[in-house]
Every structure is written in C-alpha cells, then in structure tokens.
C-alpha cells in the first residue's frame, strides 16, 4: 500500500539530524558545463523519444524530442529540460538518461534542481534498473528519487515500485515544505542505498527510508541501475494541465553526481 502520511519540513533549511557517519567518494558526475545551447554530453546521455506505448505507460501527452528547444545547456553550468506547449495544442518535453553509458548499484545518487510549476506538469529525477530490457517493469525495479505534481509546489515525492508494488501501489512518501516552494529556487534531491535499505533526502534532510520488510513483495533494489530526469506533461499522477499551466516550463539542472562508499 502507498504510505500516504506527509513529512513536512518548517523551511527550507530542514531540521539538523544526527546520523550515521558515511564516507563516500564521486565516482561519476556532470556539472554540465559548455555552451548555451548545447546538447548534454553524448558519452553521458543519451534520450528517450517519441510518444511511448500507452504515453509511456502513464497516458501522458508529451513528445520526447532531442531538439535543443526542449533539452539543451544554458552556457551557466545547467542543463534545462523544458515542456513546450505548441501552436497545434500539442506539447513537447525531454527525457534523458544513462541507460547504456552509466550506471550503479549501492551508494549515493543526487541532482541540484529547480523544479517547474503548474497543473499538468510532472518533472522527475529516478532510476530504473538495468535489466529492464530483460524482465521489463516492475520487475526491473524503479527508484524515484524526486517527482512532483506541478500544482503542488510545495510537496515532493520519494517512491519504489517492485513486482506487487507498483504504479497506484508503489511505496511512497510526500515531503512538504510548509514556508517555501520546491519551484523557487534549487533543492538538492538523493537516495542513499544499499541492499538493506533506500535512504531518501530532500537538502540532505532525510525524510524517509524504506526497507526490505517494508515491501509486500520481491526487493529488486540489489542490482544496477541508470539515471533519468525528464518533464512529462500530463498523465496518471498528475492530471492534465490547464488554461493557468504556464508554458514553457523548465527544470534546471545544476549538477547530476553519483557516489559509493569508501
């Protein structure tokens, strides 16, 4: 069942905690810098296209294009995804990932990102496990480490989905803001994990883990998995956008970086 309960922090700079030492060495990063307009680095990047099967799986709207309208540098050490709404009524976004170029198993994943506003737009940093080519989804495992329902600014969302647990069943956990907006400025987004546990940090406050007993089926979490950080527009989780849905929106993306323990 999905854990409906909502952490919620005073501001933006979250309570101090006290926990355990971890020692972690970078073992893979972009800090995307390069020129304005600029694709992201191809030997770290790579997209998804097109409309997907069923709106990738969620019956959202978007097109996933690598047109530099929709995913480029912005020249200031940011890479900006950006959902476009056209002349046509037809939207467009990006997705990118690591799929085939990076990926890992255990350690620390964190993006610095400011995130965009509005019904209808659905910006996520998560995972997917490698194998996905082999046993498809669930049962690849899907680790999100950051995805928002536009017209709730204030709030994000830590989630798993396994065989048994997934889609409207996936564990998850709502983290609020009560004095701020994810959207008005950057947040840093991380997991933590290793085979008996999913840490999950907002500003290096950690406000949920999940562990193996948690979960009302099969732990697919000890494997490796890539990165992925796209804008989707409308679908499942959050409902279509609407006349106030400002467009373009834009998710800017200071770093992306990846760490194991020492």
Not at 219 to 239: E, L, T
Request: glycine share 10%.
């Amino acid at each position: 069942m999905a854990i409906i309960a909502i952490v919620v922090a005073s501001c933006k700079v979250e309570p101090i905690q006290t926990l355990p030492e971890r020692n972690f060495e970078l073992v893979w990063s972009d800090e995307f810098e390069g020129d304005s307009a600029a694709a992201p680095d191809a030997a770290k990047w790579t997209y998804d296209l097109g409309t997907g099967q069923n709106g990738w799986g969620n019956n959202e709207l978007q097109s996933y294009t690598n047109n530099p309208r929709n995913v480029s540098l912005d020249g200031k050490g940011n890479l900006v995804i950006t959902a476009l709404k056209n002349s046509n009524g037809s939207y467009t976004s990006a997705r990118v990932k690591t799929q085939g170029l990076f990926t890992q198993q255990f350690g620390k994943i964190e993006a610095r990102i400011k995130t965009p506003t509005g019904s209808g737009i659905w910006p996520a940093f998560w995972m997917l496990g490698n194998n996905i080519t082999a046993v498809s989804w669930p049962q690849c495992g899907e680790i999100d480490i950051m995805e928002q329902k536009g017209k709730f600014s204030n709030i994000t969302y830590g989630s798993i989905h396994g065989p048994g647990y997934s889609g409207g069943q996936a564990i998850t956990t709502p983290f609020a803001l009560a004095n701020d907006r994810f959207d008005n400025d950057f947040n840093i987004y991380a997991v933590e994990w290793n085979e008996s546990k999913i840490d999950f940090f907002v500003n290096n406050y950690l406000y949920k883990r999940i562990t193996p007993a948690e979960v009302p089926g099969e732990w697919v979490f000890n494997q490796p998995f890539f990165i992925i950080m796209n804008i989707a527009v409308g679908g499942s989780f959050v409902g279509p956008p609407n006349a106030s849905t400002p467009f373009p929106g834009s998710m800017t993306i200071d770093y992306v970086r990846a760490y194991k323990e020492k």
